[in-house]
Every structure is written in structure tokens, then in C-alpha cells.
């Protein structure tokens, strides 16, 4: 129960902080820590940052172009809790519906597509560059897939522009069984 008032806090805190939008260039460096979520400072010109000489480390970062995505920092506050200890799979449902409220927010609009699409575009492979998760986050997979906190691929249904439905074949890996855990069924448009 103390777990969900969190989250209920953390996404309360989450659509207010939209309001004043806090961005920040990200850069495929970025990791899920305080000290990330703490410097709100532009990455140096590329003028005055030190070569590379190392390729990226996998698919999704080697995708990432000459664009400065732009990344919400509440949001990634969020995804620090996503498949921790102290969370559960329904948990895991209301931060990522937290983060497809950011993303809708800040975009006009849910993604599209198939699990790895979707993805792409909450990491900022989208037309605004806005990226509400990291790429390098631990349940994404190499080929760009978001996991439940059993390993299999959450499916994502948008039901309309401002809603989406998320399922998690739960501890049994095996979509549409009777232990999924899917966010809340939403009734008729009034």
C-alpha cells in the first residue's frame, strides 16, 4: 500500500513538474542515478567535448543521430523504480502509464506501433526528440524491447490519443492468461 501512494506521489509530482517543463539535452551517457537526475546542465558543445573513441555499446544507443534528445527529468525519476525490489508488477503498470501520460503530454499524442516502436519513441526517436526513459534502462533489451520484471515483452494497446492500455504477462509468461496484469480497463468514451 505504501508502495502505491508513492507512485501515486511520484506521478502527481510528475504531471506538475510538466507544467514548468524541466528539460535537459540527453545523451546516451545518461544513467539512471541521483546524480543524473540533480545536473540540469546542457552536456558541453561538441566543440569542447572530448573525442570518442569507443563504438556504442549496443543498437539502441548507435541509433541516436546528431539530435540532442530532450529528456524529462521527473519522468526519469520514475523509471528508477520500474521493476525495483520495493515495487511489484501493478506497480511497474502505474509508472509506465505515468510515463505514457508525460509522453502524451509533452508530444500531443501516444506512440504507435509494436513493443520496440513504442519504445523507441518514449526514448526519443520521436518527432519532438522527447525521451520520458532512458534507452539504456536495464528492461529494455538490446533489440530495443521494453520487458516486464519476468522477461517477457509488455504488449501495448492504444486505445485512443490519451489513453493506453498495458499488459504484463506476469509471472507465468504467457499473454492472456489469467494472471496478466493490465492497467485499467477503460469503459466507454462518455
Not at 544507443?61 to 523504480?81: C, M, R, V, W, Y
Not at 509488455?154 to 506476469?170: K, L, N, T
Request: charged share 20%; glycine share 6%; proline share 10%.
Amino acid at each position: 500500500m505504501q508502495t502505491h501512494r508513492r507512485i501515486v506521489i511520484a506521478t502527481i509530482f510528475l504531471v506538475l513538474a510538466l507544467g514548468a517543463w524541466n528539460w535537459r539535452p540527453f545523451t546516451d551517457q545518461d544513467e539512471i542515478a541521483p546524480s543524473a537526475l540533480t545536473n540540469r546542465l546542457a552536456p558541453p558543445p561538441e566543440s569542447q567535448a572530448p573525442p570518442s573513441s569507443e563504438p556504442p555499446l549496443n543498437k539502441r544507443q548507435s541509433d541516436s543521430g546528431s539530435q540532442h534528445k530532450i529528456t524529462l527529468l521527473p519522468a526519469t525519476a520514475l523509471t528508477s523504480e520500474l521493476h525495483s525490489p520495493e515495487t511489484n508488477g501493478e506497480d511497474d503498470l502505474h509508472l509506465l502509464d505515468a510515463l505514457f501520460i508525460a509522453f502524451r503530454q509533452a508530444t500531443n499524442g501516444n506512440p504507435s506501433g509494436e513493443n520496440y516502436e513504442i519504445v523507441a519513441a518514449l526514448t526519443g526517436q520521436n518527432a519532438k526528440h522527447v525521451a520520458v526513459i532512458p534507452p539504456n534502462h536495464p528492461a529494455i533489451t538490446l533489440d530495443g524491447v521494453l520487458q516486464d520484471r519476468w522477461g517477457s515483452p509488455y504488449f501495448f494497446h492504444s486505445i485512443s490519443a490519451d489513453r493506453m492500455e498495458i499488459r504484463s504477462a506476469g509471472p507465468d509468461k504467457k499473454l492472456w492468461s489469467d494472471d496478466d496484469i493490465l492497467t485499467e480497463k477503460y469503459g466507454p468514451a462518455p
